[in-house]
């Protein structure tokens, strides 16, 4: 009897030990493939870990220990701005944002430019100039400064912060402000002509959730995509306390939608839910194919301009904090990667004689969704009008620009708007449109009208 109910007794405590080894074993496979450090764990979904970096800091090894191991992307925290570039009108002095990107490119890291023009931090002669001479001197910077690092930047942040807080949803009054409300999108076409690489990013605070500030910013950028404004990725900073908004994902994902990249900027979260609203920050990002980045506002709690909030991942010893850790396990559990864009063009010729024309289509694509530009061309005589047919059977137009569409998906024909009927011979216009789903196989067909 008593052996009996021994026996009995052991049963389960040997099935439990056996689980918890099986479990142990378990976990011990899936962290043996783990990696151990951010820049490693946001690598294997093809994202960045990365953080700002101060010039003044690099001297200090702790500091520098843990850049090099754990981030493989750097932000310039204030050395890249116009006040240190441009002090006086035409003189640039590169010297420290050159420290922070030599010690990157060194070290294998990509570097994010922060920030070709923004309201604050601009040098004395610049704030006190306006009107057109202002409008000259801010394109002359995003030329210039664009220029000194092309071919070294993965993104710009061309445009800081230039929306109102509170519920307006509009624009921040500012010296910029006032040249005229497209001093943003001249800004993006300079930082585009002046490196053509760089992704050209628009970055903002209090814009992590849906609310006014972010949905004007929205409407900008779905502008921008509709008149073929060069802009390729919003910017969320995420100076956050205790928690993430709850729509957090949402509002990445809605920008995302628009067919840019979203990176998380400057995150820095204080409170006591710190290590539990990193790992939503980060869970959510991974979540979207098209977040493919984050950035801490700097290293350890002592490097943070939140004096005394401590919010960031290292301690000011340099110990990882458990907001490392969860960052960590969220980075390390995965997601849908980033999505790789992919360029198809395809040609169609379609009687390309005397008043015939051919289209050709530029696509890129991604998880979900396309933007298409069509290139008409006329044959040898001048077009006086064109229309072109597409077939799109799975996908959804969402918006289109420069011509006009018979409908949103399946057999679309699009003829041109009044001002690009007009070709000459042997000459070309473009439309294009964005949508959701996938264009694959979109083969126009061009015919004069
Ligand atoms: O961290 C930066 C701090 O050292 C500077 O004194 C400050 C000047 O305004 O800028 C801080 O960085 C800001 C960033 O450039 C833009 N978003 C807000 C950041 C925190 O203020």
Redesign the pocket.
Known sequence: MKLTSRSVSLVPIVSTVATVALGASLLLAANANAATTLGAAAAQSGRYFGT?V?AGKLGDQTYVNILNAEFNMVTA??EM?WDATEPNRGQFTYSNGDRILNQAIGNGKRVRG??LL?H??QPGWAQGLGGSDLRQAALNHVTQVATHYKGKIYAWDVV??AFADGGSGGRRDSNLQRTGNDWIEAAFRAARAADPAAKLCY?D?NTDGINAKSTGIYNMVRDFKSRGVPIDCVGL?S?LSNNAPSDYQANIQRFADLGVDVQIT?LDISGSNQANAYGAVTRACMAVPRCTGITT??IRDTDS?RTGENPLLFTGSGAKKPAYTAVLDALNAGGPGPTTTTTTTTTTTNNPGPGGCTASVSLNEWNGGFVANIKVTAGSSALTGWRVATTLSNGTVTNAWSAGRSGNSGAITWSNVDYNGSVPAGGSTEFGFQGTGSASGLTPTCSAS
Request: hydrophobic share 30%; net charge negative.
């Open positions: 700002a101060a925290e204030n701005k922060h920030a923004w604050q931090q800081n912060e970055n605070y900073q100076h400057e506002w700097g301009w």
